[in-house]
């Protein structure tokens, strides 16, 4: 049996979404649409973000970072994931699957905390408007974001040092369409005590201490606007505040479902589906929920337009 952080296994199966080759087509059609609108969606932000100066406001850095990480993030495990619904047989060599398990850690947990720093620049917004160019310093902006790379550097070492540490024996069968930690560890040959112990305390704090911030932020964002007498006002910073909570919430909500079930229960295909929400499914309604729906964004990307028919 190997010892320390030697394996045996040089490469893994991936079982993917699901067994079935009746959906192995239709599902490449789907995220293959998911992905191009993911990248499309980010990078058009990232592009119009870039060029139009009237943007460069926190809210807009905070979101400039948001895109960047989506279109990062998404593009760790969709292409395999793509090439796999093709493929008779989907494999993955270990130190590509440590690779990819490393970037999806860290773009998941950079993404929790830029989300937090979101809700905060909007809470300053709101709620203390002729505070905010003062409160929302560049300074306090570039922190914010260099505090969640770092946080997420963090998280994403100790989950890979930990996986790194775990002998793999025979077994490489993974239950799922990327490197996820928890099916791997049921793969591991030594104790995964330590490990998952390690997992529970990095993954709630990232996600309890960031969701509470968001609720806790929207929270006094809403109870702020209940005063305003005008009705369109209100409806609309409620309009607002709704869609960015319901993003917020199927990606927290669908990572709690994940990482919080009981380690001896297995993983399960319904874990599988809940991991497509903060896959798939978030990096795509990000640039919809926060910024197509914008009049900023709107009017940048109608410059922008006519500023490229122009030299036309």
Known sequence: ?????????????LVGLTDNPDLQLPLFFLFLAIYIITVQGNLGLITLIGLNSHLYTPMYFFLFNLSFIDLCYSSVFTPKMLIDFLSKRSTISYQGCMAQLYFFCFFSISECYVLTSMAYDRY?????PLLYNIAMSPKLCSNLIFGSYLMAFSGAMAHTGCMLRLTFCDANTINHYFCEILPLF?????????????????????????SLTIFISYGFILCSIFPINSTEGRSKTFRICSSHLLAVSLFFGSGAFVYFQPSSAGYKNEEKLSSVFYTNVVPMMN???YSLRNKDVKLALRKTLSRKMLRS
């Open 287 to 289: 640039p919809l929920v």
């Open 1 to 13: 049996m190997a010892s320390g952080n030697v394996s045996l296994v040089t490469q893994f199966i």
């Open 186 to 210: 049921q793969l591991s040959c030594t104790s995964t005590s330590v490990s998952e112990l390690v997992v529970f305390i990095v993954v709630g704090i990232n996600i309890i201490v960031t």
């Open 124 to 128: 300053v917004a709101i709620c203390n």
